[in-house]
């Protein structure tokens, strides 16, 4: 079985996921943690995350996987290296190239076979792209403001100000939204649940209902 999570940032969809993922005994899988390694590989060779070319070339050279530890660069563990705001500054840029986003997906693909096909999977196209067939499909939604207030809690919103994360978000989902490759959408047969107004039990209780 796969559950596939999709959603912006700030939606609560890796807590949500984890969680998941431990009642129903399944594997987790951040996807978008593998494209912010991809990024840091990126940027610490001093490749331009414009070059399309030139990324997919730079990260040819390199692996990326995930374990319990989070997320892995060439076997070392990078799971806060990838939250810095450099990252986070240009993972739009690197995630938009279809060539780079195609050599993810397969990683990704790959990785959930490993894992027996039995994952719960959270990113941005999950349902739409990497698993259009996935039993289960939800996409998670909530304001602007909400999403932007709590991320003012996490440890990487470095002292901004709601409205600095606000429009943070605000750029990052209009980039994820209109990208060519893959844009952030809710597939057609998602299962659309708004957080804003659920505790985190509420929304893994109401997942972990479709899914049983």
């Known amino acids: ?44 060779a001093g490749v331009d995350p414009s070059d399309g070319s030139e ?14 530890r989070g997320v892995l660069l060439d076997g070392r563990s990078v799971a806060f290296d990838v939250r810095s705001d450099a990252v986070t500054g240009a993972v739009s840029a690197v995630s938009a190239h279809p060539s780079v986003r195609a050599e993810v997906v397969d990683m990704q693909r790959r990785w959930v076979e490993y894992h027996d096909g039995r994952a719960v999977v959270e990113g941005r196209d999950i349902g739409t792209i990497v698993f259009p067939d996935a039993q289960v ?20 919103a470095g002292g901004k100000s709601v409205d600095e994360i606000a429009d943070a978000l605000a750029q990052r989902d209009h980039a994820d939204s209109t990208r060519e490759a893959s844009p952030l959408r809710p597939a057609d047969d998602a299962v659309i649940i708004d957080t804003g107004a659920m505790t985190i039990e509420e929304v893994v209780a109401r997942i972990t209902s479709l899914a049983t």
């Open 1 to 44: 079985m796969v559950i596939a999570v999709d959603g912006p940032s700030g939606v609560g969809k890796s807590t949500v996921s984890r969680l998941v993922a431990k009642n129903l005994g399944l594997a987790f899988l951040d996807t978008g943690a593998t494209y912010r390694a991809a990024t840091l590989a990126i940027l610490e």
């Open 55 to 68: 990324v997919l070339s730079e990260l040819s050279s390199h692996s990326i996987d995930y374990d319990e």
């Open 137 to 156: 499909k939800i996409y998670l939604t909530a304001s602007p403001m909400v999403r932007a207030t709590r991320r003012a809690s996490d440890s990487e």
